[in-house]
């Protein structure tokens, strides 16, 4: 007889076991703790048509949004296509989610876990995987709504309410709507007080509000929730701990975290790369010196180049490049966004509508062309949001915008574009600095052009 998991939802499993090892997985993946995969592997090595194992293994995988993951997808692909009508209709769903995400359908993917979560919105799996498909996608709407669709099907009683309530938190702030965010981010780490996500979801209130002091407070007073050795989400968070810190005026305390907690190690992920990408560039647009962080960085993206996979990924890349002067890198890089933003597809778009424009701005400010910078930088700011990320990873782009604009004399479109910053968040002393170079520039005094030490 076939058996339900811990939420009551039908599997083609009739082994315990395995679905008890699902369990364990899904709650590593969860609170991004330990190896998931190589629990589930564990489970899979003794029930090899164990369907939900593969299909667990296969998400877990392309949660990483990066072109390495695509052996390890086909893989469990193929296991799965073996079993065949062993699976039940929910599990065919994933299974068909799966191959478009491998042939690079990802608005099929996501449009797969909308109807699948109609059906079944209390799939934990489909319900993270969905939310970090919509994060990857810049979709702020969907971050919200696929929660607000299937949060009245929980109830507390359920293994993982809270983390459901995590990701709520994250859409609603995404959404702008920081009471209610916050509000549901602190109830979700009350159920489950090692949400890293919940945390997370709450690290965002307050960088979108420039409580940078009691951001710094909160994450380092709770880090034993969120840090844990075995974290693999703990460099994000750790990167929001940084940023705090950098518009407070620490570079030096936000480089030793980065040299603590974000620098890559030998694991070369992407999302991990990206974040330790946009901290050394923030420091380098205030003028500051990074030494040779940025050629480890640089050489990790030589090693592991996926030229026009993903467009965000691809951004964070060419910064690299950009900033250790890797030309050759960058020319190959800008044809290979540009072969796929040729192509159709979810991808495609992001390259032609955010990704190219901003890797071609991002390569005139590393040549000094700052006029065609702001040219790239100004139609594109608002629509960023399409080639995936939050707010304030795309924050990197305004603030680039800004920068070239000092740096090309444009003062009076500086200041306007400071102001907007000072306006939104009138606690942030960095906006204040820029909005003051701005400044300083219309009055013509001098020594604006570049950030003071
Ligand atoms: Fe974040």
Redesign the pocket.
Known sequence: MTLRDARGLATSSANRRSLDAFEVALGQFQCYRGNSIATIDAALAADSEFAFGQIFRAEVHISAWEASVLPEVETSLRALEKLGNKCNDRERAHVAAIRDWHVGDWDGFRARFDLLLAEHPRDALALQIGHLADFFHGDRDNLRGRMMRALPAWNRELPGYGFTLGMQAFGLEECGDYRRAEETARHAIELEPDDCWAH?AL??VLEMEARQVEGIALMESRRDHWAQEDNGFAF?NW??TALYNLDQDRADRALEIYDRSIRPGQSEIQTEMLDATALLWRVHLRGIDVGKRWHDLAAAYDKTAQDGFYAFNDMHAMIAYVATGRCEAAKRLLAGATRAAEKSGANARMEREAGLPIMRAVEAFGRGQYDTAVELLMPVRYRAHVFGG?H??RDIIHRTLIEAALRDGQFALANALATERTQLKPDCPFSWQLRNRAEAGIAGRGGVAMPPR
Do not use: F, K, P, T
Request: hydrophobic fraction near 35%; charge should be neutral; avoid cysteine.
């Open positions: 997370h690290a965002h994000h990167w929001h939050s304030a990873q």
